[in-house]
């Protein structure tokens, strides 16, 4: 049962786009920002949500790693492609705008495909191909990260968490949503549990000795200097398919870096060769698709509510309450939170004050006595 207390989506929604202004980000910046977070609470993904606000992205902003104008240019565009150089601003604007154009692309020519390079942290990957799904189309994306993956029988950070996302619609009330690191657990998920005073669960990290770890704390700082790393999906070796999420890692980190031709692992460990913060220049891949150019997007949503249905009513393990099929527990914890708005933990319930106080903005919040 949730025991944290609960501030109205609004207040939080307009509260961060108050001090990502203060920040210097443009408020229709701030908008797009604030809802992609959100967006993370709203589906239950906490790790991307109002957890990252302030350590992600405002001190990244203090710290110069991040600029808060972001200045966009074309660096090359087909009537089906784009690559575009974010200059080292929000991630998060640059996708939007690089979403708008994909979008408009495959309504014309059925398919469309971008990559941005210099850029930062983008969100939750799931929102870019959600702007897909809503216009009636499939959304791929997977970006790079700073280091913190080992490959298969490594044990040193080589690539980042990098997920492989896909977006598509159905004719359901959700869409199959398929959002996720390729590997065992990211970064953000420690750094909740850091936060909440919980242990990592054994298995996901491992130390330069081979060693599972499970103090979120201790993960954190070794991960920081290079003497710990996260698993790939299907965990170490090869016997639980660890290789299998190696290479989708792999893949993920070479579109992210290759179509564009930007820098790649190490270089993504935003350090300069003095140990001092700079820019991280991430790089991330989209691809759209239209379902109206092959049999017809209704064809396409029968077809893949069906799939996700018949995959819900198949044979249960024994205890098993019920089969999930991808998207639906995040569908379901925006069932659950629409009225009651964002649970806050007393992390963040420090740093919200603090930045309203900062700031003298105008917020009486619920958690206050």
Known sequence: ???????????????????????????????ICADVLLESDR???????????????????KNGTLLPVTKIDIVKETPTTVVMDANNGMGMVASYKMMQMLIEKAK??????????????????????????KAGMIGITGTNARPSVAPTWGVEPMMGTNPLTFTMPTDEDFPFNFDCATSTIQNG?????????????AG???????????????????????????????????????????????????LSAALAGGPYMKALNGKDENGKPQMYRLGHFFF?????????????KKTAGGICRDLRASAKAPGAERIYTAGEKEHLA??????????????????????????KLPYKFPFEK
Request: net charge negative; proline share 5%; with cysteine.
């Open 288 to 300: 759209v698709i239209n379902p109206e150019f092959f049999m017809g997007l209704e064809t396409f």
């Open 1 to 31: 049962m949730e025991t944290r207390p609960f501030v109205p989506w609004k207040m939080v929604n307009d509260f961060m786009v108050d001090v990502f202004e203060k920040y210097g980000v443009p408020r229709e910046d701030a908008e």
């Open 204 to 254: 996901l990290v491992v130390n330069r000795q081979g060693e599972t770890m499970t103090d979120s704390g201790k993960i954190l700082k070794d991960m920081r200097a290079g003497q710990a790393a996260l698993c790939p999906l299907g965990g170490l070796g090869e016997a639980t398919g660890g290789y299998k999420g190696y290479g989708f890692t792999a893949i993920v980190e070479i």
């Open 334 to 359: 925006w069932l659950d939170r629409k009225d009651k708005g964002v649970p806050v933990g007393e992390a963040i319930q420090k740093e919200f004050i603090e930045l309203r106080d900062e700031f």
């Open 43 to 61: 589906r239950g993904i906490e790790s991307h949500g109002c957890n990252r606000f302030k350590p992600i992205y405002l001190d990244r902003i």
């Open 108 to 133: 014309t020519y059925g398919m469309a495909g971008g990559t941005i390079f210099n850029s930062t942290h983008y969100g939750i990957a799931g929102y870019w191909t959600t702007m897909a799904e």
């Open 189 to 201: 998920k420690i750094e909740f549990y850091e936060r909440s005073g919980k242990p990592t669960p």
